[in-house]
């Protein structure tokens, strides 16, 4: 079965103070890895799909890397409207599509 | 080009009742999946559909079902309510290159 584990469930970053958000997980055959970014009450919002070890994407302050086990979601210099929730997911065999808990960030001024 | 609608975004019930939730994806975007949003257990997978045929089913029980119209519409219907079903409930559809677009997502509360 499909498993995706992100950490840490909560990240608390002072405004400016880079860091990491880690998605691990195990699957048979990776159709993609997705990062969404949630904020409280709305469904997620997509930012990045990457397909294989090695891939990385980038859209403004956040850059997503994978390889063959993890992939990481790193935020530089952080600002306040970076707090949300992380969430990654991946696809596997069947297309299903499996989420992690996800990872609460919030940045402090 | 408008994104994934979900109606009735907040609804109010009492054990025992049923629901009905409906969401119109993006123009052109043939399949919808259906998700449970909890606080401790995160986006649980529901169902897809995908050209009206259910293609994926997660573990749910029975009293969850869904269904998908023609015109790639989707409906899901919760029986015989209980507590633990209070949830967001999100749809999304998924573009050809196999991301998924989720819409506001529509709160349930069971009382």
């Known amino acids: 079965e499909d498993q995706v584990t992100q950490s840490p469930e909560a990240l608390r970053l002072q405004e400016g103070e880079s860091s990491s958000l880690n998605c691990s997980y195990t699957?048979?055959?990776?159709?993609?890895l997705f990062w969404y970014r949630q904020d409280p009450g709305k469904g997620p919002e997509f930012l990045f799909t990457?397909?294989?070890a090695g891939e990385e994407k980038e859209k403004e302050r956040l850059k997503a890397t994978l390889t063959k086990k993890e992939s990481f979601l790193h935020i530089t210099a952080p600002k306040p409207e970076d707090s949300a929730t992380y969430l990654c997911?991946?696809?596997?065999?069947?297309?299903?599509?499996?989420f992690g808990i996800g990872t609460k960030l919030q940045v402090i001024p | 080009k408008a994104g994934v609608t979900q109606t009735p975004r907040y609804l109010i019930k009492t054990r025992g009742q049923q629901v009905t939730l409906s969401c119109s994806p993006i123009?052109?975007?043939?399949?919808v999946s259906w998700y449970q949003q909890t606080p401790g257990q995160g986006l649980q997978f529901l169902f897809e559909?995908?050209?009206?045929?259910?293609?994926n089913k997660g573990n749910f029980p029975g009293r969850f079902s869904g269904r998908q119209f023609s015109n790639s519409r989707s409906e899901m219907n919760v029986s015989t309510l209980e507590l633990g079903d209070s949830a967001l409930y999100l749809c999304?559809?998924?573009?050809?290159?196999?991301?998924?677009?989720f819409g506001e997502g529509s709160r349930l509360t069971v009382l």
């Open positions: 999304a559809s998924r573009s050809d290159t196999g991301e998924l677009f």
């Open positions: 699957v048979s055959g990776l159709r993609g």
């Open positions: 997911a991946l696809r596997g065999g069947y297309q299903k599509v499996t």
């Open positions: 123009s052109g975007h043939r399949s």
């Open positions: 990457l397909y294989s």
């Open positions: 559909y995908f050209s009206e045929t259910q293609r």
